[in-house]
């Protein structure tokens, strides 16, 4: 029988090759998410398995293959985009080798209008075809039937290469369908893996106050390897 992913957080100093790793991390974390800590079980879950998955590179060292994306979903200031960082920095600290971007619904949308100087398919190609990517508030910009069509693309062009994508929301997810649209929701309801954060604010919280992660009950299991 096989063993069960360890959902041990990654504390301790990593070796050196880690530590660099992070460093270099860092540069591209924004300031606030660059002690970000991964500490609920599920996305510990996530990353053990997107390790396990990973391909040797050079020196055998793993990198990031094809795998499972995570959907990340609750309230506004519940701990999404740090779970969603901290899951970064636990790859790295366990030593994956790690490309990846991040972005926001709003600077999607910003960076494939079409402008004088810009090449917006560039851009899309350099997302579409990241071997990780954070899509942070999903949903969260106005909606109209162009940038609809630009989320879509995304997120198909992610679904059919099985790209792991970390995705954030602040929409139910009985509303994904509504607000994102049917072929959104539909890849999205197949290629990733649901966790849900519940809780107060932590932006209005005191600042004394420790922030916590309250983990809600995960949703009855539809299919093996897909949502939870």
């Known amino acids: 029988m096989p063993s069960k992913p ?48 990973g391909k040797p590179g050079p020196g055998g060292v793993p990198g990031i293959d094809h795998g499972p994306s995570l959907l990340i979903a609750g309230p506004t200031g519940t701990g999404k985009t740090h779970q969603a960082y901290g899951a970064v920095r636990t790859l790295l600290a366990a030593g994956v080798r790690l490309r990846w971007a991040a972005t926001n619904t709003a600077d999607l949308h910003a960076q494939l209008r079409p402008r004088q100087g810009h090449d917006p398919e560039r851009a899309f190609q350099e997302l579409a075809q990241s071997p990780l990517l954070i899509l942070d508030d999903l949903g969260a910009a106005k909606q109209s039937e162009w940038t609809e069509e630009q989320t879509y693309r995304l997120i198909d062009r992610r679904y059919t290469s099985m790209l792991p994508t970390l995705i954030t929301t602040n929409v139910p997810i009985a509303e994904l369908r509504n607000v994102l649209g049917d072929r959104v929701a539909s890849r999205l309801a197949e290629m990733t893996t649901r966790v849900i954060l519940q809780g107060p604010d932590r932006r209005r919280s005191p600042a004394s106050a420790p922030a916590r992660t309250t983990v809600a009950a995960p949703p009855p299991t539809t299919a093996p390897g897909r949502t939870r």
């Open 6 to 53: 360890s959902t041990t957080a990654v504390r301790e100093e990593p070796p050196q090759a880690q530590a660099i790793a992070l460093e270099l991390a860092a540069r591209r974390i924004p300031p606030r998410y660059r002690d970000a800590f991964a500490d609920h079980p599920d996305v510990l879950v996530w990353t053990s398995e997107i390790a396990r998955r």
